[in-house]
Nanobody
């Protein structure tokens, strides 16, 4: 069984920084793209950032220049460094990974349980 465990959420003042971490554990072959999505109250879930296992990165428009995604393939972990945080960054942040759990199977999406990030004015 594959699990994604997120850590690092919390409360921070506007202009501050937070780092989110997510590690995949369990029995699987490989994790392809790993990334972060967020969902604010009353809004749809949106892409924050995504990184492939070859370290190609893509960011949502609202976080470009402020957030940095990275990963450690040996640890099956992905990180999100969030700088210059704004109140509108307040949301539940979800880790996502495309994982092959066995040979001959395609990538399947897995989600973490979510971690709250709150940015105060």
């Amino acid at each position: 069984q594959v699990q994604l465990v997120e850590t690092g959420g919390g409360l921070v003042q506007a202009g501050g920084s937070l780092t989110l971490s997510c590690a995949a554990s369990g029995n699987f072959i490989i994790a392809n793209a790993m990334g972060w999505y967020r969902q604010a109250t009353g809004k749809q879930r949106e892409l924050v950032a995504i990184i492939t296992n070859s370290h190609r990165k893509n960011y949502g428009d609202s976080v470009k220049g402020r957030f940095t995604i990275s990963r450690d393939n040996a640890k099956n972990a992905v990180y999100l460094q969030m700088d210059s945080l704004k109140p509108e960054d307040t949301a539940v942040y979800y880790c996502n990974a495309e994982i092959v759990i066995n040979y001959g199977r395609d990538y399947e999406p897995y989600w973490g349980q979510g971690t709250q990030v709150t940015v105060s004015t």
